[in-house]
């Protein structure tokens, strides 16, 4: 027995600390559900309070049933939010106005109560929607300043509504005179008080038994008071320091046949923005009190999980005659802190809320009205000080500028005009922001930025003067009408302070995509190059922009689309180098060269023979010593060098070596002219250059001396080609 009672020992424990974190969690589900009844069910609604409270606790006991044991937070607590019971109450304060306005006659409980488990079971449908659609994350995307004037305009309108039920009127400019009633504005300080009270104390400490403190303590204190004022319960109740004793409380399903064909169904399409709103600060605060209860426990949920739950706990509960909840920061935390770790604190929670169905009329019959609508006031406060003021930190002067419009906007016109600008300064907000962040991560010019290709020393010399020709801009980001304008403007003036410029490249290997706008932008574009006679050259082009710029017709044949940077810079390089060489020097045909130097065609062609003669024993004898040889590149060009051996200025056999075009990517093997040559015909397509004559001699000297090649005819004749370092100069003798 010892050994049995030891090993249940920790189990019992765990269950004990369950139960007391549950205990804990209820006191504050107590205290938070009496004061959303008041909330809900006030002015009009205020006879039928008996039936608010049971749909507060029907909702308190379905919410926490469900989440207790659905919950991805074994921990959690569900119960009704302030923000949800603000909205709950706003939608049955419109559908009371807009019935009073057409029937004032008309019965409000059964409407009212059917319009409260509609809504709740819609808000369930679309959060298990979000849930199985895991489309829950993409609330998150909501701009921050539009969710956080919700919720501060929620705040807002909870301090209101602890007004009304202080005061038993609204707070508007119409009834500003009613506050100038001395009982009215002591039931207001008293209220204050009691928020002041809550704040300095429960505030800071979060015990899991200050709050009930509090709220008992205070109604003590207000008793007394009234005790030594000579003030009896009756005349404290008459003159509106304490609530009239509700009627026991009453549970009503409204499902019926009768009630559904007397509602007011043309009132719809006016509380469908307040439908909406519901749905959107329900769905709000799931994923925010989520997202709070995983920082403070340092564990994480699984947020598709949490929203099905919730959903299917709303739509049960609105089943069940009650009203929309979520999962509870502060009583999950309360929970956590006070020991409970298990579902069961849940399942404590929701039996206890089934007590307070017997319970809570006799509560409120005691309870002055300003403890109750002090914690309101200290409840709306801390939602007001959490989104105005906290907020200011982590936000830009335009965006709280935008948080308090959205505030002023619901509080004034409704969540309908609210949700409509809301979404506009948002947008708008976004597409100013974003416009300012450079489309341009950086640019540069032929000068300094060149293709892999390896080029002579005179085709670098041409870049190096003429490189700014070439200009390139590294694009960047997502391209839209405000990003793109900026690009334009920065064409334009790039354009104004480099007018040699005749290539324009446009990288697009860092952009996410483009909108219509932008390519509006790229035509402008298009027309100040055309004006320019400017080539345009697109690179890393997606298929998504370029089906953007071929239906905007800004891809004609006028722009070029290369797959490659370095492709692109090599084509605008040949072209540049193509414009500025001198076609007479550097493209001359070889045999017309030697005409030209020797004066008859027959000693060119000896010459020309001569050469591929010696070429063929070179091949044959495979002998290292001296080389004479024919470079062909691929543009057509050769270039014919002879190396000098130091003990003489010639040699029968030499080993020719092989020619590569060498690029910086790997070498790449040139056509040798002597291969394509198959004779001494006037129809020779070999071309020289004259820059590449220099001797083995000369490459071991650090003087550089000049190179010269020796040619021998069978007359005795003798030609010498002298090429110095000045490679401006050559001469033959």
């Known amino acids: 027995m010892t050994t049995q009672s030891v090993r249940l020992s920790p189990n019992l424990r765990a269950v004990l600390n369950d139960v007391l974190g549950g205990g804990a969690a209820s006191v504050l589900n107590i205290a938070f559900g009496l004061s959303y009844a008041l909330l809900i069910f006030a002015g009009p609604l205020a006879p039928y309070l008996s039936y608010g409270v049971a749909a507060t606790f029907i909702s308190s006991t379905v919410l926490a049933t469900i989440i207790a044991v659905g919950s991805s937070l074994p921990f959690a607590i569900g119960g009704p939010e302030s923000s949800t019971a603000a909205m709950t109450g706003i939608l049955a304060s419109s559908l009371v106005e807009r019935m009073a306005i057409t029937d004032p006659s008309a019965p409000l409980l059964a409407p009212v109560l059917i319009t409260l488990g509609l809504s709740t079971i819609a808000t369930g449908l679309v ?31 909870i301090v209101f509504g602890a007004i009304r039920v202080i005061t038993g009127f609204r707070f508007q400019f119409a009834t500003l005179d009613r506050f100038a009633n001395p009982l009215t504005l002591y039931e207001l300080a008293a209220a204050c008080a009691m ?8 505030h800071r400490s979060r015990s899991s038994f200050g709050l009930p403190a509090i709220l008992i303590g205070g109604s003590i204190a207000a008793h007394v008071a009234f005790w030594l004022a000579g003030v009896s319960p009756a005349e404290a109740q008459a003159s509106g320091w304490t609530f009239q004793p509700p009627p026991d409380v009453a549970f009503m399903l409204p499902w019926s046949a009768q009630e559904f064909s007397r509602y007011p169904w043309y009132t719809l399409p006016d509380l469908a923005g307040n439908l909406i709103a519901v749905i959107f600060v329900t769905a709000s605060c799931t994923l925010f009190n989520t997202a709070g209860i995983e920082v403070a426990s340092h564990r994480e949920a699984d947020l598709e999980r949490e929203l099905n739950v919730t959903g299917i706990a709303n739509i049960l509960s609105g089943a069940l005659g009650g009203y929309t909840g979520c999962i509870s920061v502060s009583r999950s935390v309360l929970n956590l802190s006070s020991g409970g770790t298990d579902r069961l604190s849940g399942l404590t929670v929701a039996a206890i809320s089934v007590l307070m169905l017997a319970v809570a009329p006799m509560l409120l019959g005691y309870m002055p009205k300003f403890v109750l609508g002090g914690l309101l006031i200290y409840l709306g406060a801390d939602q007001l000080y959490r989104w ?36 506009v300064i948002g947008c708008a907000t976004f597409a100013l922001s974003a416009s300012r962040i450079d489309s341009i991560k950086y640019s540069f010019d ?98 998504a922009a370029e089906k953007v710029l071929r239906s905007s017709e800004f891809i004609s044949e006028e722009v ?56 063929r024993r070179r091949r044959r004898h495979r002998q290292h010593r001296r080389c004479r040889r024919f470079d062909a590149f691929h543009s057509g060009r050769a270039r014919r060098s002879e190396d000098r051996r130091r003990g003489g200025p010639h040699h029968a056999g030499a080993k020719p070596r092989p020619l590569y075009h060498h690029r910086r990517d790997g070498p790449r093997l040139a056509c040798d002219a002597q291969r394509n040559h198959r004779g001494g015909s006037g129809e020779h397509p070999l ?47």
């Not at 959060?127 to 501060?152: D, E, K, N, Q, S």
């Not at 930190?393 to 969540?415: H, K, P, T």
């Not at 020289?688 to 069978?714: I, K």
């Open 127 to 157: 959060l298990c929607g979000f849930g199985m659609t895991r489309m829950g994350r993409a609330i998150r995307y909501v701009p921050y300043p539009v969710v956080g004037g919700f919720l501060g305009a929620t705040g807002c309108l």
């Open 195 to 202: 928020a002041i009270a809550l704040y300095l104390t429960w």
């Open 388 to 423: 105005i003021i906290q907020s200011r930190r982590r936000l830009s002067s335009v965006e709280y500028l935008s948080l308090l419009a959205i505030i002023v906007i619901i509080v004034r016109w409704g969540f309908v005009a609210g949700i409509l600008i809301g979404v």
């Open 446 to 543: 032929g000068s300094e930025y060149r293709s892999s290709l390896d080029r002579s020393r005179d085709d670098l010399a041409v870049l190096a003067t003429h490189g700014g020709k070439i200009q390139g801009l590294n694009l960047q980001s997502y391209l839209f009408f405000g990003s793109a304008n900026r690009l334009y403007q920065h064409v334009k003036t790039l354009l104004q302070h480099s007018p040699e410029c005749r290539f324009l490249i446009f990288d697009f290997k860092l952009v996410t995509g483009i909108d219509s706008s932008a390519a509006y932008s790229f035509a402008q574009i298009k027309r100040t190059a055309q004006d320019r006679g400017i080539s345009l050259v697109l690179v890393h082009l997606p298929r």
């Open 560 to 615: 070029r689309v290369v797959a490659e940077l370095d492709h692109a810079l090599e084509w605008c390089e040949h072209e540049i180098i193509t414009q500025h060489q001198e076609r007479a020097q550097e493209e001359a045909s070889l045999r017309g060269w030697f005409i030209q130097i020797f004066g008859t065609e027959h000693d060119a062609d000896e010459l020309i023979r001569r050469c591929q003669h010696r070429g």
């Open 687 to 733: 071309r020289a250059e004259r820059r590449s004559v220099r001797g083995h001699q000369g490459r071991r000297s650090r003087a550089r001396p000049e190179a010269s090649d020796l040619f021998r005819f069978g007359d005795g004749r003798a030609f010498e080609f002298r090429q110095p370092h000045d490679r401006g100069a050559a001469e033959i003798t």
